[in-house]
């Protein structure tokens, strides 16, 4: 199955993409009918199947779909959006445990037909969006990625940027205003059929089960606030609401009044000031605030990247140290909550019950860290792949030691040649490093 967007739709994105680019205060009338094209829905669908994903509400899965013949199914749903018949189902709500162990962070699971509908809206007017978005945001866009903002972070702190505003907005995506979001759609989107298409799916029931099975349906019409994680047309929506943020920072001249720059990820995000930090954390609480938004205070704080590290997107920013002669230097490396999480999936993969052939299990745990390394690809790394090389031999050793019952730690059996060797596993100290990033003078 090709995901690669066909050369029509991608004409169509470039044609889109143009427009909104040169003519900025464009506004397009025509494109619910663009949505509805069958080429766009069954490509929709392909990506919605690449990324599987469980169920929503009414249980329908994808195996079910092709058994009863994908075809019919898009020509059905197609034909509800042209007769504009077509309503989104209730996203089924789940609760997701926080890495920090804290409380859980709900996560909107919409059908597979609410998906494919979300995906198809995206191709079409991601690209208009894409032409206003502000430079200095990376997150849930094409060809951008944490990384990229990690290293632009780690630039601007080389270059002296170093006053920190490590923010945290609190619950973004459940506090989005409906009506305030909406205007900022309208801004450039005309087409009343796709301004309902987004209602519908923003003011969509949440279904929840209790532990005995007890279904109850919240929020629905009455709701004002949120765009449920999960859904497809959720990071859009996000982006577009964040970016009014971005915007009034670089019309109000924000980066020169407080010698600053902004760089986010969606709801994630930093100020680097050369000095006022404090007076940027101020003003962006107050224009917070006018949006209906809400920063952390117990997760924001102010940092002197020269003096203590701060934590961004997984990455750990600010002093370290060589080793071999001791100098400080500005860098980026995996933050400690990074590595706990990752040793955690590690130990869930190779608990005692898992009896699964170990080629599987190695291929599970080969991808996994593959995975990893490749997301920690910048910066300083040895230290921490050498950590985790070294927790996942023990696990591996323990795991393999047990299963062939052999006595005592297994050291001999399963060494860590024959670990790494025999028994294929993947061993990132052994990846290349990158150069030694800018030294601290």
């Known amino acids: 199955m090709s995901l690669a967007t066909p050369e029509k739709i991608r004409s169509l994105q470039r044609k889109l993409y143009r427009k909104a680019k040169t003519e900025p205060a464009f506004r397009f009338y025509a494109l619910y009918d663009k949505i509805c094209r069958e080429d766009i829905l069954h490509h929709a669908f392909r990506l919605v199947r690449s990324n599987a994903g469980a169920p929503g509400v009414d249980g329908m899965t994808f195996a079910a779909i092709e058994a009863s013949g994908a075809e019919r199914w898009l020509a059905d749903l197609r034909e509800e959006l042209l007769l504009k018949t077509y309503r989104p189902d209730p996203v089924r709500r789940v609760m997701i445990p926080k890495p920090n162990g804290g409380a859980e962070r709900p996560l909107g699971i919409p059908t597979i037909r609410d998906r494919v509908v979300q995906t198809a809206a995206k191709l079409v007017l991601e690209p208009i969006f894409e032409a206003d978005f502000e430079d200095n945001a990376y997150g849930y866009r094409p060809a951008r990625g944490a990384v990229d903002a990690v290293k632009e972070v780690h630039r601007l702190i080389c270059r002296g940027y170093t006053d920190v505003v490590d923010a945290d907005l609190s619950r973004y995506f459940d506090s989005i205003p409906h009506d305030a979001l909406l205007k900022s759609v309208a801004r450039r989107i005309v087409d009343r059929h796709v301004l309902r298409l987004i209602k519908l799916w923003l003011k969509a029931p949440i279904e929840e089960r209790d532990d005995d099975g007890t279904r109850r349906i919240s929020a629905g019409k009455s709701n004002t606030r949120g765009t449920p994680q999960g859904g497809v047309a959720s990071p859009l929506l996000?982006?577009?609401?964040?970016?009014?943020?971005?915007?009034?920072?670089r019309l109000t001249a924000r980066g020169e009044a407080f010698q600053a720059h902004v760089i986010a990820y969606a709801d994630d995000f930093v100020i680097l000031s050369r000095g006022c930090a404090a007076e940027a954390l101020a003003w962006t609480k107050a224009v917070m605030t006018r949006l209906g938004l809400a920063i952390s205070e117990d997760?924001?704080?102010?940092?002197?990247?020269?003096?203590?590290?701060?934590?961004?997107?997984?990455?750990?920013?600010?002093?370290?140290?060589?080793?071999?002669?001791?100098?400080?230097?500005l860098s980026a490396s995996p933050s400690k909550k990074s590595m706990l999480r990752f040793k955690t999936?590690?130990?869930?993969?190779?608990?005692?019950?898992?009896?699964?052939?170990?080629?599987?299990?190695r291929d599970s745990l080969n991808r996994l860290l593959l995975g990893w390394s490749n997301y920690f690809c910048y910066g300083t790394r040895r230290s921490a792949f050498r950590s985790i090389d070294h927790y996942v031999y023990e696990r591996t050793r323990d795991f393999l030691a047990r299963r062939h019952k052999v006595a005592g730690r297994g050291t001999r059996r399963f060494s860590c040649d024959i670990v790494y060797?025999?028994?294929?596993?993947?061993?990132?100290?052994?990846?290349?490093?990158?150069?030694?990033?800018?030294a601290l003078r």
Not at 238 to 249: D, P, Q, T
Not at 345 to 361: A, D, S, Y
Not at 423 to 437: F, I, N, Q, S, Y
């Open 238 to 249: 996000a982006n577009i609401y964040m970016n009014r943020f971005l915007k009034h920072w």
């Open 345 to 361: 999936k590690v130990r869930e993969l190779l608990v005692p019950g898992n009896h699964e052939p170990w080629p599987e299990v």
């Open 421 to 438: 060797g025999e028994c294929g596993l993947l061993r990132l100290e052994r990846l290349p490093l990158h150069a030694p990033p800018t």
């Open 299 to 329: 997760k924001t704080s102010l940092k002197n990247a020269r003096q203590e590290r701060f934590d961004f997107l997984g990455y750990s920013l600010g002093p370290h140290r060589y080793k071999a002669n001791g100098k400080w230097y």
